[in-house]
């Protein structure tokens, strides 16, 4: 458990953050495997001179121009220099109390459990960054009546229909997702 | 992403457009530099020799020599292009000139529970989307708002919309209802309803909730219903 804190109506809210509650420690996962005969193989890259190599050969490096690699770098968001947002157990984040339905445009990536919060039961808004960072995620902290729990995601936007549909208004980018293999077997 | 969404309620069906949404908080567009110019993330080789077996050398191979070190080609950038996915058997300790890619295989399913215990193996599924099939997506059960947003975890949400007047008036009475009852409608695949829905080709199968909200003021005569996706409860593990 990690210590952190709040910030609801100008008055510290002390509470104590768990675990990330994974779906694979509730429910179990799957993997897929290549098998040859039943012998697991190992995946590999084939170039196209034929040379295939493993995993281990190949590492990641961020370069400039020149292909001298870099560790420091000069961040800019929207053209702009960004600064590095402290982390949330650095902080006192603060809360904003919005109604239970706003969870209907949140889709949440990631959830913690939180203890030893005394607030009142509802929805709050915050912000969560576990690490420093540059762009701070949206978060919202569910207080029920036997625990709670850190939302972190992302808000997405919707729009009342009427007799014409803007279609434009739903031109968004289809997200990738995370190919996962487990048959659903919550109920 | 505009898909279509067959759906059932009250013993009436009708294909309706599942809508994806947009970020309410654009990502900003990140750039990171030196003076020098952009810095960019890159693929390479790193002259590291995968064919050492390190359990069958010994101390004075890696004083006197480098076996561990293949480095004709490191620091060769690989572009996405020249690179495919191959498989190989990791048992066969052979010269790095030798290792070759298997071409006779499948793919396989393991099963693991939440312990970590293989349970199960199977023929790799490939899913199929199921929203618009012959079946219709059916709605169930109802469970109040408070209890749906705080007993589920909700990855993704679609928005609903009609095509013309007639569905219009179906998926405006869908989200009236919901809205008076403040409830959510369990929704469902399969002749019995109780499947879970598959977005997209090879997409993960999601349970289904129908959330609706009618507009007043300016909104007045308008609709909002969503589908809302769920692939686990609210709670940790001890619960």
Do not use: C, W
Not at chain 1, 33 to 47: D, F, K, Q
Not at chain 2, 12 to 19: D, F
Request: hydrophobic content about 35%; overall charge negative; charged content about 30%.
């Amino acid at each position: 458990m990690k210590d952190i804190s709040f910030a609801l109506n100008g008055e510290l809210v002390s509470a104590k953050l768990g675990s990330r509650v994974e779906k694979k420690d509730l429910y179990g996962f799957s993997k897929t495997v290549a098998e040859h005969e039943n012998i697991p193989l190992t995946r590999g890259y084939l170039l196209g001179d034929g040379r295939l190599l493993t995993r281990q050969q190949i590492s990641y490096a961020r370069l400039d121009p020149e292909g001298t690699p870099v560790e420091d770098a000069i961040v800019e968001l929207n053209d702009e220099v960004a600064t590095l947002q402290p982390s949330s157990f650095d902080i006192e984040n603060p809360l904003e109390p919005v109604p239970l339905s706003t969870l209907a445009e949140f889709n949440v990536a990631d959830f913690y459990p939180v203890e030893e919060v005394n607030i009142p039961e509802g929805l709050y808004l915050t912000q969560f960054n576990y690490r420093k960072t540059y762009i701070p995620k949206e978060a919202y902290l569910l207080v029920k009546s036997d625990r709670a729990f850190l939302l972190i995601g992302e808000m997405k936007k919707t729009a009342f229909v009427g007799l014409t549909v803007a279609y434009d208004f739903f031109d968004a980018e289809v997200e990738e997702e995370e190919d996962d293999e487990l048959d659903f077997s919550m109920f | 992403m505009d898909t279509i969404l067959h759906l059932e309620y009250q013993g009436k069906t009708a294909r309706v457009s599942l809508q994806a949404l947009p970020r309410r908080r654009s990502k900003p567009a990140i750039r990171q530099s030196t003076t020098v110019g952009n810095i960019m993330p890159y693929k390479l080789i790193n002259g590291i020799n995968a064919a050492i077996d390190p359990f069958q050398s010994k101390p004075e191979d890696f004083i006197n020599f480098d076996p561990e070190l293949v480095l004709d080609n490191a620091g060769q950038i690989l572009e996405p292009e020249m690179i495919s996915a191959a498989y190989y058997n990791p048992s066969d300790r052979l010269t790095q000139e030798e290792l070759k890619p298997v071409t006779d295989f499948k793919f396989v399913d393991i099963i693991y529970d939440a312990e970590g215990k293989e349970k199960e193996r199977r023929p790799h599924a490939i899913r199929k989307s199921n929203l618009n099939d012959r079946l219709p997506i059916k709605t169930g059960k109802r469970l109040p708002i408070a209890q749906a947003f705080t007993s589920f975890v909700f990855r993704h949400t679609h928005q609903i919309v009609h095509e013309d007047g007639v569905t219009m008036e179906f998926l405006f009475n869908i989200a009236q209802e919901l809205h008076q009852n403040q409830e959510v409608a369990i929704v469902g695949a399969g002749a019995k309803g109780n499947q879970p829905l598959v977005i997209r080709e090879k997409g993960t199968p999601y349970r289904g909730f129908l959330y609706g909200e009618i507009g007043t003021g300016e909104d007045e005569g308008k609709y909002k219903l969503l589908l809302l996706l769920s692939d686990r409860e609210l709670k940790t593990v001890e619960e």
